[in-house]
T-cell receptor
């Protein structure tokens, strides 16, 4: 069966510090991978998605970036965090060729102070 | 107008009640419809997946899609305190990004 991992689970970082969140998927090959941010009262916002190694599409221009160095690894980064980057970050995957049936990881709660 | 509208609640019901959760949408291209359950401080969990119109049942859960009215529903029978969570509807039109509702917070009171 497929499993998706995210770490860390919680993170408190000062404004201006760098960020690296990691997501890995087990049990499937060549998945589509996604990063979402969930803010209270605002639903899920798609940040990035990837259909393969090194292929990243950005949905929202901001100070975040994503990379996919391996087939089942997806990384969300920032060089300098802003207060507005606080939120609940979720990684998700779907089968190759599909974007509808997405499966989410446990999430990372980021607080920028 | 938002593509997907969902009442955020909260919705409080007594244990054993039938719960009805709903979403409306405006994009007629949507043909894949999902319901996710999200417990506090956890990631969303896919509950139901439906293609096009019709009903789908899984245990105590029934998903309905009415494409003519652009309206989808999730029914929970014999609701339990463990059903207390936020329920998100989601939909897409094939190989396009999934659009999520804001989520309805449900509380089932013992």
């Amino acid at each position: 069966s497929q499993t998706i991992h995210q770490w860390p689970a919680t993170l408190v970082q000062p404004v201006g510090s760098p960020l690296s969140l990691e997501c890995t998927v087990e049990g499937t090959s060549n998945p589509n991978l996604y990063w979402y941010r969930q803010a209270a009262g605002r639903g899920l916002q798609l940040l990035f998605y990837s259909v393969g190694i090194g292929q990243i599409s950005s949905e929202v221009p901001q100070n975040l970036s994503a990379s996919r160095p391996q087939d089942r690894q997806f990384i969300l980064s920032s060089k300098k965090l802003l207060l507005s980057d606080s939120g609940f970050y979720l990684c998700a995957w779907s089968y190759a060729g599909r974007r509808d049936e997405q499966y989410f990881g446990p999430g990372t709660r980021l607080t920028v102070t | 107008q938002k593509e997907v509208e969902q009442d955020p609640g909260p919705l409080s019901v007594p244990e054993g009640a039938i719960v009805s959760l709903n979403c409306t949408y405006s994009n007629s291209a949507f043909q894949y419809f999902m319901w996710y359950r999200q417990y506090s401080r956890k990631g969303p969990e896919l509950l139901m997946y439906t293609y096009s119109s019709g009903n789908k049942e899984d245990g105590r859960f029934t998903a309905q899609v009415d494409k003519s009215s652009k309206y989808i529903s999730l029914f929970i029978r014999d609701s339990q305190p463990s059903d207390s969570a936020t329920y998100l509807c989601a939909m897409s039109g094939g190989y396009q990004k999934v659009t999520f509702g804001i989520g309805t917070k449900l509380q089932v009171i013992p």
